[in-house]
């Protein structure tokens, strides 16, 4: 079987070697940190050791799967792999030297594949000497559970490398949706008013517990700032900032305040043991959550018709990539026609008139929005 190797041993990059390696494939792995790379089968371990509690997964099957991925010293240790997955910070130039060192020492047909959700995956592969090698492998917090992985195919990757990609991935179990590269691909763009209209209440004076507590009576598996606290506020405002940047600062992608001043006080969520709710968990959903959930989801189905009119994404794939990326219970267009044309549109006209003037241009309707829903 192919050998894969994983370089970035953090939450996904630990997630990610689960998923090929639960598939049977042997994983090679690597982490510049000793400590992280000394510590990423136990915490694998640790992660999964409540499943074989409840009978979930056989205590043989654990240690297979442990078995199968080998932590190595160094780079060097990845140069018979056949893809090789880096997971390492949203950091143009860490990724970008990363891919370049592991390019020099694998072979010309190896795959490389970032993990990227905020970069561009035509800049990264710019900076190679075989640029068709490399394609963006999206995946979801934490990896093991969530189905969805986007494949982003920039414009020179060849046809070899992403059919590759493609194949191991969803032999793995993954549903693999292609995507272009463009800001923010298909999920991390269309999601992008799940937080933003979150973080607008938030600034208006409602509190995280509110907002998440009513977003769980529509059925989403988390609320907003549950899921920024699951994910890590620095990586949402990496992911935010490089929308905003590549989108003009249109302000569909303004960055919050009150999002920045998570990074820069360190409140990161679960990795940093505070984040804007947790450790707490929401409270019950206040007596207006309905106008909250008409208010979020009349935005994800305005941005989604964003993309659509931009040529990125077919409406049907938007909403698959939204409900298995993100466990939404439904995608944007989907969530949108529950409420129906009318309560959508005068919802987003009524946003525009209340919002402060540097805002009101988050709720302009897109042209194609009404035939969309
Ligand atoms: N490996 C295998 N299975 C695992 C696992 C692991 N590491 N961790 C959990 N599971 C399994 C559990 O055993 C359980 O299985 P069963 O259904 O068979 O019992 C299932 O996954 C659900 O786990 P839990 O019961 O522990 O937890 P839960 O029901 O509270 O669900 C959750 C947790 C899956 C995270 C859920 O809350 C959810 O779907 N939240 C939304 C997460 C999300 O949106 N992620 C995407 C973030 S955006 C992103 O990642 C993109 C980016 O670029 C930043």
Redesign the pocket.
């Given at each position: 079987m192919e050998r894969i190797g994983i370089v970035g041993l953090g939450a996904?990059g630990l997630?990610i070697a689960?998923v090929y390696a639960?598939a049977g494939h042997t994983v090679v792995a690597f982490d510049a940190s000793t400590a992280v790379r000394e510590s990423s089968l136990d915490r694998?371990r640790s992660?999964?050791e409540?499943?074989v509690a409840?009978g979930?997964?056989p205590a043989e099957e654990l240690a297979l799967l442990l078995d199968r991925i080998a932590i190595a010293p160094d780079l060097s240790a990845l140069a018979p792999c056949d893809l090789v997955i880096e997971a390492v910070i949203e950091d143009f130039a860490a990724k970008r030297d990363l891919l370049r060192e592991i390019e020099a020492m694998t072979a010309p047909k190896t795959v490389l594949a970032t993990n990227t959700?905020?970069l561009s995956v035509g800049a990264l592969a710019h900076a190679l000497t075989r640029p068709e090698n490399l394609v963006g492998l999206?995946?979801?917090?934490?990896?093991?559970?969530?189905r969805l992985v986007e494949l982003v195919a920039h414009k020179g990757a060849s046809p070899e490398a992403l059919s590759l990609a493609r194949t191991l991935t969803g032999r793995a179990g993954k549903e693999v949706i292609a995507c272009a590269d463009s800001p923010g691909f298909i999920?991390?763009r269309c999601?992008r008013p799940y937080y933003g209209e979150a973080l607008a209440l938030l600034e208006e004076g409602r509190s995280a517990s509110d907002i998440d507590a009513a977003m769980l009576a529509a059925g989403?598996?988390?609320g907003p700032f549950?899921?920024i606290d699951?994910?890590?506020a620095d990586?949402?405002l990496a992911?935010t900032r490089g929308l905003s940047a590549a989108m003009t600062n249109h302000p569909r992608y303004h960055v919050f305040k009150a999002l920045e001043d998570q990074v820069s006080e360190g409140r990161l969520g679960r990795k940093s043991g505070k984040g804007f709710l947790f450790p707490a968990t929401p409270g019950p959903a206040p007596a207006d959550a309905a106008a909250i959930q008409l208010r979020i989801e009349a935005t994800l189905a305005n941005e989604a018709a964003t993309l659509v009119e931009a040529g990125g994404a077919a409406p049907d794939d938007i909403d698959r990539a939204m409900r298995l990326?993100?466990?939404?219970p439904r995608g944007p267009f989907e969530g949108a026609r529950r409420h129906g044309r009318e309560s959508i549109l005068s919802e987003l006209v009524r946003l525009a008139r209340l919002a402060p003037a540097r805002l009101a241009g988050r709720y302009a309707i897109c042209d194609n929005l009404p035939d969309l829903i």
């Open positions: 996904m997630g689960q639960q694998l992660s999964l409540p499943r409840s979930k997964l959700s905020a999206h995946f979801f917090n934490p990896a093991p559970v969530m999920v991390n999601a989403y598996r988390m549950s899921l699951l994910v890590g990586i949402n992911a990326g993100l466990n939404f």
